[in-house]
């Protein structure tokens, strides 16, 4: 590994954690030129935190808003130390501030191959996405709105009237486009309930 200053290597780390809601893993870390003693070293110092295996966090820094979402993301790292889940369905509602439900547990839609376990309250939808269907937030990603809410309507998990509020504040609000709406609709096979949301919204 080439030779970095103390200094080089903590703007590294502190950068790419900011990105994670303070969050790195012990590969980022690696990279940027900590060793496993320099990890122990900020561990006892208090500077770090350690969160779980393989996974540590700054301890300055302030907790994000959605720091459940960061560390889920995380946790579903792969082999390449890279998240493979997107935050979906009634959880990726919530992020896009679209209707009022109070989801108790959190969705993720993560590709067919994942295999590990969710931790409790979490619930995993096995599906590929497209880049299209992604948006990138602070220290995760999420679906757009449009495939949002293709999948609440889709998996049926809030009720037609709910479903009529969401699509309604979503279109007023500019979230999504109508003619988008009713072209994603027509190619659902659930999309019956998209159209009927689509028509209450006048």
């Known amino acids: 590994m080439p030779y970095r200053s103390t200094k080089s290597a903590r703007r590294e780390l502190s950068d790419l954690a900011q990105t994670q809601g303070g969050y790195f893993t012990s590969k980022q870390a690696a990279a940027a030129g900590y060793a496993q003693p320099h990890i122990d070293y900020h561990l006892k110092a208090g500077n770090f935190e350690r969160v779980e295996r393989g996974l540590y966090r700054m301890a300055t820094n302030p907790l994000s808003e959605y720091d459940d979402l960061i560390r889920l993301s995380l946790w579903s790292r792969g082999r390449d130390d890279r998240p493979q889940a997107i935050v979906s369905h009634e959880s990726a509602l919530s992020v896009h501030g679209l209707g009022n439900l109070l989801p108790t547990r959190t969705h993720l839609t993560v590709p067919r191959s994942f295999r590990k376990q969710p931790p409790s309250g979490c619930v995993l939808h096995k599906k590929e996405l497209d880049e ?59 999309g019956s309930r998209l159209s009927a949301a689509l028509a209450s919204a006048g």
């Open 132 to 190: 299209d269907d992604i948006e990138h937030r602070e220290g995760f990603r999420a679906t757009a709105p449009l495939h949002t809410l293709l999948d609440v309507a889709e998996e049926g998990g809030v009720t037609q009237e709910q479903l009529n509020e969401i699509v309604s504040r979503a279109i007023a609000e500019g979230v999504v486009r109508r003619t988008k709406v009713a072209q994603a609709a027509k190619r659902q096979s659930r």
